[in-house]
T-cell receptor, first 113, second 112 residues
């Protein structure tokens, strides 16, 4: 059974700092990996989707990498801003047809002005 | 506007009283799914549907039913809700295996 772990569970950084969030998964036979953002009491917003054949994806100040063989992904946030404060979730698509989606428990990020 | 909608957004009910949470998407997506989110446990998949009349169990299907009679709708049915089903529920949809998943705003359910 696929398991997804995110470290650290919480992170507090001063504004402007670059930071890295980590995600690891136990079964490397995945289809895609997706990073989401969740604000308190709200739904999930997709940040980046990395297909299994890709090594990384970039969107603005965000860069996500994927290393299937080692079962790891990282989300790099450059020049953090207070508006980046949220919980970041990593999710892995696996199983036949990639219908099974397994989430990590998230990293709660606080960016201090 | 492309979106996934859920109703109701908030619901307080009592043990054993059947309820349905509706989910609808306007993107003509084939794939839809339901998740529950609990503190300390994260998001867990309840059921998913690959297309009309095709559904399968996720990680935590006990106590839930689903149906997919139309492509745009995927209701979640709790035949006899219990307090351990108190949770935040999310519906999601996507086109295919390599596409981004879109989530609804969530339904906060409390079972007394």
């Amino acid at each position: 059974k696929q398991e997804v772990t995110q470290i650290p569970a919480a992170l507090s950084v001063p504004e402007g700092e670059n930071l890295v969030l980590n995600c690891s998964f136990t079964d490397s036979a995945i289809y895609n990996l997706q990073w989401f953002r969740q604000d308190p009491g709200k739904g999930l917003t997709s940040l980046l989707l990395i297909q299994s054949s890709q090594r990384e994806q970039t969107s603005g100040r965000l860069n996500a990498s994927l290393d299937k063989s080692s079962g790891r992904s990282t989300l790099y946030i450059a020049a953090s801003q207070p508006g980046d404060s949220a919980t970041y979730l990593c999710a892995v698509y696996s199983g036949a047809g990639s219908y099974q989606l397994t989430f990590g428990k998230g990293t709660k990020l606080s960016v201090i002005p | 506007e492309a979106q996934v909608t859920q109703n109701p957004r908030y619901l307080i009910t009592v043990t054993g009283k059947k309820l349905t949470v509706t989910c609808s998407q306007n993107m003509n997506h084939e794939y839809m799914s339901w998740y529950r989110q609990d503190p300390g446990l994260g998001l867990r998949q309840i059921y998913y549907s690959m297309n009309v009349e095709v559904t399968d169990k996720g990680d935590v299907p006990e106590g839930y039913k689903v149906s997919r009679k139309e492509k745009r709708n995927f209701p979640l049915i709790l035949e006899s809700p219990s307090p351990n089903q108190t949770s935040l529920y999310f519906c999601a949809s996507r086109t295919g295996a390599v596409d981004t998943q879109y989530f609804g705003p969530g339904t906060r359910l409390t079972v007394l």
